[in-house]
């Protein structure tokens, strides 16, 4: 039997770069950075203040009464989500509610709403938190919210796997179309940790950068938390041609993979592995990707080990791709990184450009593939992939193609 093929026939997104897809794209393709000091968020008695803040969100209509029952990172997504269905043309109305699901991936839980019940709890000395609390914070949250505030009755679960959680969201919503569980799939990742609490934990493990996130750069000294949500309606091609909606990519295929090794130290096999089964699961020989948004963190550990994982995956190959990390520019959202980083994808293969990787100042012999520095460049990409992969040793990787 056939595979069903699946398409995106939407986008949404917000992050630092702007709240909607084409004010990301043309920030990515400008070079134009996200990131500067934290302004919006009470952050304490933190030391790190530098981050990818969404400073002003879009007017949304939400109303009050559903707004007291989302934490933030579930706004994000219902955000994101609208722009997203608005482009696709899918409704409840239009089509049936039941065939249409939801997968929304996290990496952090709703924490604003949990810290918000500890003020209450042990500086306000309040004898309750918010009634709220457990369904605001909880990681399906967003997946819940989205579902609820569009009428979608299909399949719908939340999925959390630190940084891959978006990629393997994807993966999972495509699985749901192939499979005759749904026609569309509303999909991404949301994510908001510009918080206390996580912002003192990644102090912690010191893997903070002092001012900006350099992928790739020998002077890279680590990541930029940033905040963010991206969303793709993923469809079955038939279905899509038949209702006549905007194909803007085909979703060629996943690839996962566990390394199986240490909690928070990247292998070498494990990112290889996801790479080459992505590379069979879309049909798709080394030499037919032309654009690979890497993960991207600005760590030693990850830019070094993601480069020769690279070079292991594609072979010869390795030398003629266009790499780059947009996380030097919305920031690592965590959840939702693999989300806004499909939106670079999808776009580089629409509009025939690669986003640059800003802040690149020093060569690094240990990342030496082409990473794109700095300025953004006009190339034909007929198939790009993003790479995820999270702490735990957890991998997703995905693939989009033109038709």
Known sequence: M??????????????????????????????????????????????????????????????????????????LAVIAAGEAIAQSGITADSADPTRIGTIIGVGIFGVESFEEGYRDLFLRNRQRVNVFAIPRGMPSAPTGQVGIQYGLRGPS??????????????????????????????????????????????????????????????????????EGAGIAVLESYEHAQARGAPILAEFAGSGLSADAGDIVSPTLEGPAAAMRNCLADADLAPGDVDYVNAHGTGTKANDQVETAAIRMAFGKAADHLSVSSTKSMHGHCMG??????????????????????????????????????????????????????AFGGTNAVVAFKRL
């Open 336 to 389: 939702a990184s693999g989300a806004v980083e499909a939106i670079a994808c999808v776009m580089a293969l629409k509009d025939g450009v690669v986003p640059p990787t800003v802040g690149y100042r020093e060569r690094d012999p240990e990342c030496d593939l082409d990473v794109t520095p700095n300025i953004a460049r006009p190339r034909q990409v007929r198939a790009a992939m993003s790479n995820a992969f």
């Open 2 to 75: 056939q595979r069903r093929r699946v398409v995106v026939t939407g986008l949404g997104g917000i992050c630092s770069l702007g709240n909607s897809v084409p004010e990301i794209w043309s920030s990515m393709r400008a070079g134009r950075c996200g990131i500067g000091t934290i302004e919006g968020r009470p952050l304490g008695d933190a030391r790190h203040r530098i981050g990818a803040e969404i400073r002003e969100l879009p007017e949304h209509g939400i109303e009050h009464r559903r707004l007291s029952t989302m934490d933030r990172f579930s706004l």
């Open 157 to 226: 679960f939340g999925i959390t796997s630190a940084c891959a959680s978006s990629n393997h969201a994807f993966a999972a919503a495509a699985d749901q179309i192939r499979l005759g569980r749904a026609d569309v799939m509303v999909a991404g990742g949301a994510d908001a940790p510009l918080i206390y609490g996580i912002v003192k934990g990644w102090e912690a493990m010191r893997a903070l950068a002092r001012e900006a996130c350099r992928p790739f750069s020998a002077d890279r000294d680590g990541l930029i938390i940033g």
